[in-house]
C-alpha cells in the first residue's frame, strides 16, 4: 500500500503531557498539509510543507504546536503541554507539487487529553 | 467566517434513486473544489474535483455541477447505492502564498442510503 500512513492511530494522554505524531506521504509528493477535525467539523488547515520548508501556518497552531519534515520526507506535528481542547483528529495528506492538484489523506491520528 | 458551507447536516435517500448534496462559498479566488467522502474513523477518500474552467465534471456515478455566479456547487450521485453512506466533505481551494494550495472544507454532510 503506498498510501499516505499516519502512526500512531490513536493516542490518550493527560493534560500537560507532550505528544508526538508522525505522517509518512506518498512516495515522492514534495507537498504535505496537517489539518485538524474536531467532532461535527470539517478538516481545518494547520501547516504546509513543500518538500523540507515550512512555509504556510495556520493562526489555529499556537506556539505550543511544531512540525517538521527533515528531508522532506515524512512529517511529525508535536503538541507541547497538550490541554483538553486538543483533543482532536489528526490529518496528514500529500500530494505531488504540480499546481492545482489533489490532497490524498491519511487515516488520522485521534487524539484523547484527559 | 465560513468561507465553505455545507446547510444540510444530513441527507437521506433511497437506494437507487440521486442523491444531491449541496455546498456554497463566499471567497471568489476559489478556483478548485473537491469533494470527499469519510467514514468514522477514517481519513477524507477523495471522491471528485472540479477547476473553475469548467461547469460540470462525471465520473462514472459521480457529477460534480459548478455555478460560479451563484457560487454554488453540489455533488449528484446516481444511482444512490447503500455503501455511499458515508459523511462527504466539500472543500475549496486557491494558490496561496507560496504555492500553498491548502483546502477550506465544509462542515459535512451525512449521507444515508436506505435500502
Known amino acids: 500500500d503506498t498510501g499516505v500512513s499516519q502512526d500512531p492511530r490513536h493516542k490518550i494522554t493527560k493534560r500537560g503531557q507532550n505528544v508526538t505524531f508522525r505522517c509518512d506521504p506518498i512516495s515522492e509528493h514534495n507537498r504535505l498539509y496537517w489539518y485538524r477535525q474536531t467532532l461535527g467539523q470539517g478538516p481545518e488547515f494547520l501547516t504546509y510543507?513543500?518538500?523540507?520548508?515550512?512555509?504556510?501556518k495556520s493562526r489555529l497552531l499556537s506556539d505550543r504546536f511544531s512540525a517538521e519534515r527533515p528531508k522532506g520526507s515524512f512529517s511529525t506535528l508535536e503538541i507541547q503541554r497538550t490541554e483538553q481542547g486538543d483533543s482532536a483528529m489528526y490529518l496528514c495528506a500529500s500530494s505531488p507539487g504540480q499546481g492545482r492538484e489533489t490532497q490524498y489523506f491519511g487515516p488520522g491520528t485521534r487524539l484523547l487529553v484527559l | 467566517d465560513q468561507q465553505v458551507k455545507q446547510n444540510s447536516p444530513s441527507l437521506s435517500v433511497q437506494e437507487g434513486r440521486i442523491s444531491i448534496l449541496n455546498c456554497d462559498y463566499t471567497n471568489s479566488m476559489f478556483d478548485y473544489f473537491l469533494w470527499y467522502k469519510k467514514y468514522p474513523a477514517e481519513g477524507p477518500t477523495f471522491l471528485i474535483s472540479i477547476s473553475s474552467i469548467k461547469d460540470k465534471n462525471e465520473d462514472g456515478r459521480f457529477t460534480v455541477f459548478l455555478n460560479k455566479s451563484a457560487k454554488h456547487l453540489s455533488l449528484h450521485i446516481v444511482p444512490s447505492q447503500p455503501g455511499d453512506s458515508a459523511v462527504y466533505f466539500c472543500a475549496a481551494s486557491s494558490r496561496g502564498m507560496d504555492s500553498s494550495y491548502k483546502l477550506i472544507f465544509g462542515s459535512g454532510t451525512r449521507l444515508l442510503v436506505r435500502p
Open positions: 510543507f513543500q518538500n523540507e520548508a515550512q512555509l504556510e
